[in-house]
């Protein structure tokens, strides 16, 4: 059996990640699926013979989201994923500053009859003469909201199109709906005025969503935000391990000393140290005495004293006196490196209770559309007004779309793990 970890692309929320893992476990030969979401991983145990790298890859293009196989892991690779994930957050931080600079006037307005209001917001907005001045107002606010937000309708419709809704569906569903209903309520506002109606005026007035659709789709985007700040601090806890190694070793090749990266080290180079450095690979000591500080791997804080004959670990720290050392153990063999490798698995991996999370979070999605489309429908036909109707089945899409489920457990056990690994405490 083979282990192997992908780069998993397109995923939005814990239905999505169940979505690839299904696909992938479906295929003969895969043995162990774990999809993490915050970390946008896979990793899968699978028989050679049976399956390729490529038939799994295939399986996720074809639940219509993107994976690549993830390469050796090295200090440029770790600088551009934390890179990746600045940019992702400034992006969020951006699209949720004019969220709520388009938002916070739009429930204003809504609310105003409700609020302590200077006289222009009265004279704008209140009484049957300026209903479509209120309506009309807060639907042009929420158009920047929208369209800042896009992608939950664009994600959401398109997973709902291919049979397989997630969260962004329950987003997308709710946000749209209630602009549409309030579009409509626009336009029966506007009827009721050139015919004389004025009951429906005051009836439509009174069942505006504008401010919901706006409302929805920006508190998803807080909960988004810190969702990747936290998947950002999580990284630098790891990046913070991979500094450890230094990106160049000065070894002795046919007598001369030469500078060379580390990737190029191989088993029986003689590494030279000098104070102040940090050794590039696991090894034995064959000249020289130094002290060395191994706070790093070990956690003891005092300086170890190190003479010919001793081991020397990679990722440690040369404090004093100039050392020559075999290695033994280069690249992904090396401590540091099974390290890095050991925390970053720990938190691809899934606790029995994120997997049961998952599993509820398969069918969340589907169960909640149905439950809306049958309490709407319910309350219509016992004789409920189609507002009244519609309100029921917008407030249930609404109220399931934080997705807490399946957040919460795997954030919990990503921060866990890349705070212990931050202070030295490693957990499998």
């Known amino acids: 059996m083979t282990k192997e970890n992908f780069d998993v692309t397109g995923m939005s929320c814990s239905a999505c990640s169940a979505r690839v893992e299904k696909a992938v476990a479906k295929i003969v030969g895969a043995d162990n699926v774990s999809v993490n979401l915050l970390t946008n991983s896979m990793q899968v145990r699978f028989d050679e013979a049976k399956i390729s790298v490529a038939q799994i890859v295939d399986a996720v293009v ?6 690549t196989l993830k390469g050796t892991r090295n200090q440029e690779l770790g600088t551009r994923e934390e890179r990746t994930i600045d940019k992702e957050i400034s992006q969020m931080q951006t699209r949720l500053k004019w969220s709520i600079i388009f938002l916070l006037p739009t429930v204003y307005i809504a609310m ?6 200077p006289q222009i917001i009265s004279e704008l907005f209140d009484g049957r003469a300026n209903a479509v001045t209120f309506a009309f107002t807060q639907f042009l606010l929420i158009l920047p909201i929208m369209y800042l937000n896009r992608k939950y309708y664009v994600n959401g419709f398109k997973t709902l199109a291919a049979g397989a809704p997630n969260m962004d569906s329950l987003v997308g569903l709710g946000s749209m709906a209630a602009a549409a209903f309030g579009a409509f309520a626009l336009f029966r506002i506007g009827q009721g005025l050139g015919t004389g109606d004025f009951a429906l005026v005051d009836e ?3 069942n505006l969503y504008f401010e919901s659709a706006g409302m929805i789709v920006t508190l998803i985007t807080v909960g988004k935000y810190f969702e990747a700040r936290a998947k950002g601090k999580t990284s ?3 990046e913070k391990l991979m500094n450890l190694a230094p990106k160049t070793a000065t070894v002795l090749r046919g007598g001369q000393e030469v500078m060379i990266p580390v990737e190029e080290l191989v088993i029986g180079d003689e590494i030279l140290i000098k104070p102040g450095e940090s050794f ?4 034995v000591i064959l000249d020289g005495a130094t002290t060395i500080d191994e706070s790093a791997i ?8 190190k003479t010919v004959g001793d081991n020397v670990t990679s990722g440690t720290l040369n404090k004093s006196g100039f050392v020559k050392f075999r290695a033994a153990k280069v690249g992904g063999e090396t401590t540091i490196s099974k390290i890095i490798a050991l925390v970053e698995e720990a938190s691809a991996s899934k606790a029995p209770i994120a997997k049961t999370a998952d599993k509820v979070a398969g069918i969340f999605v589907p169960v909640v559309i149905v439950i809306a489309l049958i309490a709407g429908t319910t309350w219509l036909i016992s004789g409920a007004s189609v507002e009244f109707a519609f309100s029921i089945a917008v407030s249930i899409l609404v109220i399931s779309c934080p997705c807490a489920l399946g957040l919460a457990t795997p954030v919990a056990i990503m921060v866990g793990t890349g705070k212990g690994a931050e202070h030295g405490i490693l957990i499998k």
């Open 62 to 67: 074809n639940a219509g989201y993107g994976a």
């Open 112 to 117: 105003h009859s409700m609020l302590p209001t």
């Open 204 to 206: 439509y007035s009174r």
């Open 236 to 238: 630098q806890a790891v």
């Open 280 to 283: 590039a690979a696991d090894g």
């Open 298 to 305: 070990t956690g003891e804080s005092l300086p170890v004293n």
